[in-house]
């Protein structure tokens, strides 16, 4: 789990580094991730033990953040770089929101293992393909 932590933070430092003062227009498409993010964090709040509560809203504070920079910086890149960057962005939340679902919850995500990886591996395949596709530009 601290890998993926670590990972998210690199990614939020990469998007921050790359990102220019974003449109007031732009900041609108953060608040889905906002939401999300409170939402998400009150339904797992009365599910998961007192040991489990700093490190789950570490996680999900840092996920939610990579999310919100990362998608402030797809504005800048042109199509189909930016969807493929918003669409690595939406798989993590996915993938780590399916893990936190079948850890602490009754909530049994399908198929588990092939969710979870599935779009943790598209996750990233996005992300690399929007990089990629940037650095040939």
């Not at 964090?41 to 920079?69: E, H, N, R």
Request: net charge neutral.
């Amino acid at each position: 789990l601290s890998c993926f932590f670590v990972t998210h933070i690199l990614y939020s430092i990469a998007f921050f580094l790359r990102t220019t003062s974003p449109k007031w227009t732009h900041s609108l498409a953060i608040l889905p991730f906002v939401a999300y993010y409170i939402l998400m964090g009150d339904f797992l709040a009365g599910q998961i033990s007192l040991d489990f509560k700093i490190p789950v809203l570490a996680y999900s504070s840092i996920i939610t953040l990579m999310a919100i920079i990362g998608t402030l910086f797809s504005f800048q890149l042109t199509i189909p770089k930016s969807y493929f960057l918003l669409m690595g962005i939406v798989l993590f939340v996915i993938s780590d929101s399916s893990i936190a679902f079948e850890q602490f919850t009754d909530f049994n995500v399908p198929f588990p293992r092939f969710s979870i990886m599935s779009t943790y591996i598209l996750a990233q395949l996005g992300i690399v393909l929007a990089t990629v596709l940037h650095k040939i530009e």
